[in-house]
């Protein structure tokens, strides 16, 4: 690695109240219940089922591997989100459309709820079941169909694993760009499900740039192929789109037709550092000019952030002499025959030749860009210095984002002097993380709900997003009204009630089925 050593100044927060604006939102008059009771809140009308023996399975069920609540896998008993293990009434696991669709009609025949599971890494709860639900797990329904290297397309079964997906792509030559830490867990379906994102959405999108088709079965059995592979095909709606990002509310999707990608022959990275936000968006206009289509990431990691993590990590390889300041991890992909491409280099060395940035470390071998991201990608690593924390995965102006986080930091610490607050992201697709954790007190005790209602009001102000690539699911619900107006959740739940007119598919996900959910709602004015 090379370096170029100039002096950074700590950024100075600005620390103001903000509790009277708080007092002003709407949201702070319906607060959620704790999360160890929300995953109790299911709709009204659907009466509590009993534990069945063996006896009592359902005869038409049972070619599907159905299994009742006492044999469900414990593993089917909660997602990633935290929320408490519950064991559903019952589990199938169908392995084609056909099934899948038996299963919709029964359940819509005798009225029970059905959770879809795929690989349960879902962190807004939207895999979570309930306990009088039928979870369907996509764990056989799984598979690569087929790939035409020529047109660029890959389909298969809703069920595969992000990683076996992108393994396929690049046997044929090819590439799928959507990339996860659990790659190797989650499946296709529930990328498509929670329109996952990833550090490549500046280049590449979200999820749904990359769906061409899918087939799904909707609540009432019946089948919606619309397993397009063509580019170009601008035939009326678009109704792939619906169900992409609906978390398994409107139907059950069985197979995708996948764009892909031709693969970059070389990746290289480069870690920044510069001392303010503003040289930050500087660096991001002057790398999407000079890079264009070559700039795949664009990381930015906060000064507490950097000096938290490396301190509690010691192992990490941190290549600067000094901790302060906005740290960038930039990233590039090119066709050049050379691994360097000389592209990222010319456009580092001007930014530090006009003192937007005051030093760069560029990586010139795979160890230096396994180094490099390992300093990003070490947020895996909290619970083994930091403990229990508070994960919010939200979405902000870029002209708002320094004066948010600060906002941010002064509401938490006015109530929890001593609290440790982090923030990373995806800032060339306005997403942001953020880390609360309050020292001395443990996972139940950390103060969610109180940290939550401090910073979604905040989100709301600037016209952000309190869910930027994790979905909505159980956890972030109640606070859906910061990022959607009233006519948009009416919307959905005109949608919802057209398509799911019982509202077993994943009920309680999204949003609360309204009192006069039994005819169609009318959008507000």
């Given amino acids: 690695m090379q370096e170029s050593l100039h002096q950074a100044a700590h950024p100075n927060d600005v620390i103001r109240s903000v509790q009277a604006q708080f007092s002003l939102h709407p949201l702070l008059n319906v607060m959620p219940v704790h999360r160890h009771n929300q995953h109790g809140r299911f709709e009204h009308g659907i009466a509590h089922m009993k534990t069945p023996t063996p006896a009592e399975w359902p005869p038409a069920l049972a070619r599907f591997g159905f299994l009742g609540r006492e044999e469900v896998a414990t593993r089917h008993h909660q997602d990633w989100s935290g929320l408490p293990a519950t064991a559903p009434w019952g589990i199938v696991y169908p392995r084609n459309t056909e099934e899948v669709a038996v299963v919709l009609k029964w359940c819509h025949e005798n009225k029970t709820p059905l959770v879809t599971q795929g690989g349960l890494t879902g962190l807004a709860g939207g895999a979570h079941p309930s306990p009088d639900c039928l979870v369907l797990s996509t764990e056989r329904l799984c598979g690569i169909r087929h790939v035409d290297p020529v047109m660029c397309t890959l389909t298969a079964w809703a069920g595969t694993k992000l990683q076996d997906i992108q393994h396929a792509a690049q046997a044929d030559g090819l590439y799928f760009p959507i990339d996860l830490g659990a790659r190797g867990s989650c499946t296709i379906g529930g990328n498509l499900a ?80 510069c001392e303010n ?90 160890q230096d860009n396994l180094d490099l991201w390992a300093i990003r990608d070490s947020v895996a690593e909290y619970s083994q210095f930091l403990g229990p924390v508070i994960g919010f995965d939200i979405g902000l102006p870029a002209s708002t984002m320094v004066a948010t986080t600060q906002n941010m930091v002064a509401a938490i610490r006015q109530q929890w002097a001593d609290a440790v607050v982090l923030f ?102």
């Fill in 194 to 273: 929670t329109n996952a994102g990833g550090n490549k959405v500046i280049r590449y999108g979200m999820t749904r740039e990359q769906v061409l088709g899918l087939e799904c079965v909707l609540a009432d059995g019946s089948v919606l192929s619309g397993m397009n592979q063509l580019l170009k095909n601008n035939t009326g709606y678009d109704l792939k789109q619906l169900f992409i990002g609906s978390e398994g509310t409107l139907g059950v999707i069985t197979q995708v037709v996948l764009r892909l990608q031709a693969k970059p022959r070389h990746q290289q990275s480069a870690m920044c550092r």
């Fill in 277 to 366: 936000f503003d040289q930050v968006l500087a660096t991001l206009q002057h790398c999407r000019k000079r890079l264009g289509p070559g700039l795949l990431a664009f990381e930015v990691m906060w000064p507490e952030f950097i000096q938290c993590m490396t301190d509690g990590l010691p192992k990490l390889r941190y290549p600067f002499a000094q901790k302060n300041g906005f740290h960038l991890l930039i990233e590039e992909g090119h066709f050049s025959n050379s691994a360097d491409s000389g592209s990222l280099t010319a456009c580092l060395g001007e930014l530090l030749e006009f003192a937007v940035l005051n030093e760069v470390v560029i990586a010139h071998s795979e």
């Fill in 424 to 525: 990373f992201g995806h800032i060339g697709d306005s997403n942001l993380h953020v880390v609360v954790h309050v020292p001395g007190l443990g996972h139940e005790e950390q103060p969610h709900h109180a940290v939550e209602a401090l910073v979604y009001p905040l989100v709301a102000q600037v016209n952000g997003s309190v869910s930027a690539e994790h979905g909505v699911g159980l956890i972030k619900k109640p606070y859906l009204s910061c990022s959607r107006q009233p006519q948009e959740i009416a919307l959905m739940q005109t949608i919802k009630n057209a398509l799911d007119p019982h509202h077993l598919l994943n009920p309680g996900k999204i949003f609360d089925r309204s009192a006069s959910s039994d005819k169609s709602p009318s959008l507000p004015p």
